[in-house]
């Protein structure tokens, strides 16, 4: 069936340090992929996504590209904030007539000053 | 504001006493689903529907009902509520399709921290 396996944290970076989240897939058919965010106390909220192969999704300075051969999405940022602390969800969706959205386990992120 | 709107946020039962979580969202949503957020567990989905009158089970459907009688509401019934069902429920939706501008990108409502004693 279709899933998301994404890179387990928690995952604590200094300020200004690269961040890798790794994020892979299973999928029939052609999936849309996404990176959700939820910051303390709130929501999930969209981060960036990508519809087809060699996407490159971005948002507030984090990147993802959709790779086809290697059926990952891994998230970067190549200089984190403190502000990004959260927790970052990797999500597919393929579209058909049933249920179409499925999530990883969610990794958590502390950058600390 | 387009939004989901969950109610309440925070609520303390006790065991068996019933209870609703209400979810609403004013984009014309087709799809709607509930999920709890549990520690090292991740995002699990409950029930979800695509459609008004139509649900469908998820991945931990036990101990929860819902109901789609109108395509704005989706509300979350626990019958007979127990300890293992504390939790952050989460209510999401989007419109279906292919395509189009926004589909298939959910749009979360703040959370309902719910603990049951």
């Known amino acids: 069936g279709d899933s998301v396996t994404q890179m387990e944290g928690p995952v604590t970076l200094s300020e200004e340090a690269f961040l890798t989240i790794n994020c892979t897939y299973t999928?029939?058919?052609?999936?849309?992929l996404f990176w959700y965010v939820q910051y303390p106390g709130e929501g999930l909220q969209l981060l960036l996504k990508?519809?087809?192969?060699?996407d490159k999704g971005s948002n507030k300075g984090f990147e993802a590209t959709y790779r086809k051969e290697t059926t990952s999405f891994h998230l970067e940022k190549g200089s984190v904030q403190v502000s990004d602390s959260a927790v970052y969800f990797c999500?597919?969706?393929?579209?058909?007539?049933?249920?179409?959205?499925?999530f990883g386990t969610g990794t958590s992120l502390t950058v600390i000053p | 504001e387009a939004q989901v709107t969950q109610n309440p946020r925070y609520l303390i039962t006790v065991t068996g006493k019933k209870l609703t979580v209400t979810c609403s969202q004013n984009?014309?949503?087709?799809?709607m689903s509930w999920y709890r957020q549990d520690p090292g567990l991740g995002l699990r989905q409950i029930y979800y529907s695509m459609n008004v009158e139509v649900t469908d089970k998820g991945d931990v459907p036990e101990g929860y009902k819902v109901s789609r009688k109108e395509k704005r509401n989706f509300p979350l019934i626990l019958e007979s509520p127990s300890p293992n069902q504390t939790s952050l429920y989460f209510c999401a939706s989007t419109k279906r399709g292919t395509g189009l501008s926004g589909a298939n990108v959910l749009t979360f409502g703040a959370g309902s921290r719910l603990t049951v004693l």
């Open positions: 999928a029939t058919g052609y999936p849309s």
């Open positions: 990508a519809t087809k192969a060699d």
């Open positions: 984009m014309n949503h087709e799809y």
């Open positions: 999500a597919l969706s393929v579209p058909r007539t049933g249920n179409q959205f499925y």
